[in-house]
């Protein structure tokens, strides 16, 4: 396995991470109090080239594939995934339609990628796909996501698109307030359905390795903060991060992240090259991902100790973003489900052989 980065990756991860501290980090609070991104941050966003940069090249994207959009996710997420999700307005909904439609479907909606204003959104659907063609009702309690003009609906055994018969009414978010909080009803007729257990399974594990990338960002910025404060905050004579309890504390934070962001890469890779493990290794990068914040997010919280819980500090922003992207793309414990089921699988067929 090569886990080597070439030339253009690096351009990739300077630019970005270059564009993300110039353009979002001091802004992080504004955005966060208008629940929205800036509409020029937004356009040179745009202009940079990332916003279709995994779609494929013949609809009009990069085609650079899910593993420089993960890059890309954890450099965002490490000032704000809540900002990353308002950039990026194709996916992870593009990634149904382009599992199960391919690539002349994303040419078909190739006029609305070249829309800057027009925005995908994706909502999981247990019942999407049951009946090919039928018309979709439902409700979603919490996206993050202010508005949309494409809705895509994912479920176990299939896909839909709506392009009206929608509505996001906005509600209070507890996390990712730069990306925006909604409520969503949907009843319609979809212009686009699909009914493949498997293709829906596939693109349930782009998301998740999606979303991972994410919580990646988050928690890497986490664990960077509270190892910078444990250094200079001075208890007994010397920094805290001295200590020993502490300082094996923040030497496991850092292992939790390297290790989560191997395992997303490894993700990645099988997704991009159409590997049959592709889809449990992506539900095992999404576990670790949760678990990951589940140890991490508390335990930056701590190392600050009261300050850990004031808006001063990133650390309980942290915790609270790890929490709501873990509820998304079906929760953890579909995905330990699944994870699961794919190791016994692997176990199995090893005897055998």
Known sequence: MDFARGESDEIIAETI??????????????????????????????????EALD?????????????????TNRLLAEVDAGAALALDRFAPAIYVVEEFGGVEILKSLAPDFGRSKVRFALVMDHDAGAVAGARVAGQVAWTPAARADVLVGLGPQGAW????????????????????????????????????????ARALARIRVYYASLILGVLSDAAG???????????????????????????????????????IEDAARAIDAGEG?????????????????????????????GHGFMRDFPVEKAMRDCRAL????????????????????????????
């Open 17 to 50: 991470g270059r564009f993300a501290a110039d353009e979002l980090r001091p802004r992080l609070r504004e955005f966060e109090s208008a629940r929205m991104v800036g509409e020029s941050v937004r356009e040179r966003f745009a202009a940079l080239g990332f």
């Open 55 to 71: 779609i494929a090249e013949q609809a009009g994207g990069a085609g650079l594939g899910l593993l420089a959009r993960v890059r």
């Open 161 to 200: 698109v709506l392009q009206e018969g929608f509505a996001f009414e906005p509600v209070r978010g507890a996390a990712l307030h730069a990306a925006g909080a909604s409520s969503v009803r949907f009843d319609g007729t979809p212009i686009l359905t699909w009914h493949d257990p498997l293709r829906a």
């Open 225 to 263: 903060f509270s190892r910078g404060y444990a250094l200079d905050r001075v208890a007994f004579g010397k920094p805290i991060a001295h200590h020993q309890a502490l300082a094996f504390l923040i030497v496991d934070m850092f292992v939790a992240v390297e290790r989560l962001g191997l395992l």
């Open 277 to 305: 493990r592709a889809i449990g290794a992506a539900a095992a990068a999404f576990v670790d991902a949760v678990e990951a914040s589940r140890f991490i997010g508390p335990n930056g919280v701590q190392i600050l100790g």
């Open 326 to 353: 873990g509820l998304l793309a079906g929760g953890c414990d579909a995905a330990r489900e699944q994870a699961g089921a794919a190791l016994a699988a692997t176990i199995s067929e090893r005897s055998v052989a």
